[in-house]
């Protein structure tokens, strides 16, 4: 694939060279296809094409979506640039990575901050991420698109619209089944506002835009709600065609950082705000540790797995939350083991799945549990992956053929896999 | 290894224009914390672990760095959680602080569950993440942001 695209363009731009040169550069381009192919780990392909190769396992925090034709799209930061590649054999071979910002910007990569893919039905490539604009815990909310199939990406747009150089970090984006994308993060506008009338403002706040064509326009900022934990990921799922519900750590308190649910509409209305876990973990400090949400079979509950270290409960746990009766329930602490983290959950058909990291001591540990009566009983836990070098939090990604496992690791590379075929290393 | 890392950062430091702070940082190893409870052997010291990404963090490390002004002695040492690719900025941070022309470490490794277990392996990770440890290293650990009351608590000197 990318012996396609990338000789068709090259052919085009050095018509006028030498054939000398043009055959240098074809032979070039092939062997570097070639190769890519078959190196499994940044290393390798470093070793093979300097330290300076673009690639998605050599990328920070990639993200990942399939569209409807099965082909794989993920995203990447890497040397101030996001990067789209896609693949058309399951993550086996990339093609060639496409810059999205020209200008380089300092794109965040970590676990709890990576930029987001979202493809639409009619093959829009929308994407977000945070760029960090100083070491202050500032930010801005960056939004860019691709209606060409990922060939070129539009002019990256901030899309916080306050003007402040504050935090606005820890963007999410969703696309609901009516076409409406929503864009949530992380927001400190009101801290700093505040603060300037010598009041104190625990935290942060969650604020969102939604765009209703695919990213060309968006509506103002509507704030969820004040006193937001600065520092975790937020986790998006579906409510009805138009809404989405989400859920994220919140300061309960002052002191207490539990997780708070609500429901929120196009037009900035929000709903059904509750209290989603009670574990009182009361900490004055950054977790770094963001909870995972999916539709469980009844369209008004919600798989919920979470981190806390709180008083009453220490470790992963799973409970499924009733937007009806605001209450959780079918509680399990999935794994109290100390160094135990970042669950991500993804329902398949009737067949729930929750994976997360655990380390022993001298590895990491890809962990997995299965349910297939909706979070009623859950399959002993299983090592699908055992590493001995650094991982990024690992993702479950649902796709029409299946759930896939979405790792970058530094020994194995980035790991795409369906579930199911995975072969425990 | 550790002294070619230590020795390549001052070479570093020497190269790069505008330098201005002093450069303490040490690469923190899965072997650096014995290290460092060799150079406390037999007295008490605390540990304070940060990262640039934390924002109580920086409450933590202006206690510290006014703790450290007034008593340059206070066996204290610091550890960011960050790579050491981002090494500048942690020393910017630190130099803001009043920190920089004292011990401190930053993480060598992405490994960083290693690097946690190597330390404590009942710390989540969670920051800023403080230990006091005794005389004999017996030790009590501390998440969120220090109090001045709690340094004194082990350290009353601080509250006189």
Request: proline letters at 3%.
């Amino acid at each position: 694939m990318l012996r396609i695209h990338g000789l068709a363009a090259l052919t085009m731009r050095t018509f006028l060279m030498t054939s000398k040169s043009i055959a240098s550069l074809l032979l070039s381009l092939i062997v570097a296809s070639m190769q890519l192919a078959h190196a499994e780990n940044c290393d390798e392909l470093q070793n093979q094409f300097g330290e300076d190769v673009i690639s998605v396992h050599c990328g920070g925090a990639p993200s990942a979506a399939v569209d409807a034709d099965g082909r794989l799209w993920v995203t990447f930061v890497q040397d101030k640039h996001v990067y789209v590649a896609y693949s058309d054999d399951q993550g086996s071979t990339y093609s060639q990575a496409v810059r999205v910002n020209d200008e380089p910007e300092d794109a965040e990569f970590n676990g709890e901050n990576r930029p987001k893919i979202v493809l639409s039905s009619r093959g829009d490539i929308l994407l977000s991420w945070t760029t960090k604009t100083s070491s202050n815990f500032t930010g801005l909310i960056r939004f860019s698109r691709s209606e060409d199939g990922g060939k070129h990406f539009t002019k990256p747009q901030t899309i916080n619209d306050d003007g402040l150089h504050t935090g606005h970090r820890f963007d999410s984006l969703y696309l609901t089944q009516s076409g409406n994308l929503y864009l949530t993060w992380i927001d400190k506008r009101d801290m700093e506002a505040t603060l300037a009338r010598d009041e104190s403002y625990p935290g942060a706040a969650i604020y969102y835009a939604v765009s209703k064509d695919y990213g060309k326009t968006f509506s103002d900022n509507y704030r969820v709600s004040h006193n937001s934990c600065e520092c975790c990921r937020i986790a998006v799922a579906p409510q009805g065609s138009d809404n989405v519900a989400i859920l994220w750590r919140q300061i309960y308190d002052s002191q207490i950082r539990d997780h708070a649910i609500a429901v929120l509409s196009p037009e900035g209305q929000v709903s059904g705000m509750d209290r989603a876990t009670v574990d009182d973990w009361y900490i004055d400090a950054c977790p770094h540790h963001g909870p995972s949400m999916v539709l469980a079979q009844n369209d008004d509950q919600y798989h919920m797995s979470w981190f806390s270290a709180g008083n009453i409960h220490k470790g992963i746990y799973y409970a499924r939350y009733d937007l009806g009766s605001a209450t959780s329930s079918h509680l399990l602490e999935v794994d109290a083991t100390p160094g135990a983290g970042h669950p991500s959950l993804a329902m398949h058909g009737s067949e729930l799945k929750m994976v997360w990291k655990g380390f022993n001591g001298v590895q990491t540990q890809l962990k997995i549990m299965r349910s297939h009566d909706d979070g009623e009983t859950w399959s002993a836990a299983e090592d699908l992956y055992l590493s001995d070098q650094a991982s990024d939090h690992p993702l479950l990604i649902n796709t029409d053929q299946g759930v896939y496992l979405s790792w970058w690791t530094a020994q194995y590379g980035y790991i795409f896999k369906e579930i199911a075929n995975v072969e425990v290393r | 290894m550790l002294k070619f890392v230590k020795a390549a950062f001052a070479v570093t430091a020497l190269l790069s224009v505008g330098q201005v702070h002093a450069d303490n940082i040490q690469a923190f190893d899965s072997q650096s914390f014995a290290q460092i409870k060799e150079e406390f052997a037999g007295k008490p010291f605390v540990l304070s672990l940060w990262s640039i990404d934390c924002a109580p963090c920086r409450v933590e490390l202006k206690l510290l760095g006014e703790i450290k002004q007034q008593q340059p002695d206070f066996p204290l040492v610091v550890i960011s959680t960050d790579l050491l690719d981002d090494r500048e900025e942690a020393l910017d941070i630190l130099d803001s602080y009043n920190l920089a022309e004292f011990e401190s470490w930053m993480f060598a490794d992405a490994f960083v569950e290693r690097l946690r277990f190597s330390i404590d392996p009942l710390w989540h990770g969670e920051l800023p993440r403080s230990y006091f440890f005794a005389h004999d290293h017996s030790f009590e650990s501390h998440s969120g942001v220090l109090s001045e009351q709690q340094l004194g608590k082990y350290f009353p000197q601080l509250l006189e």
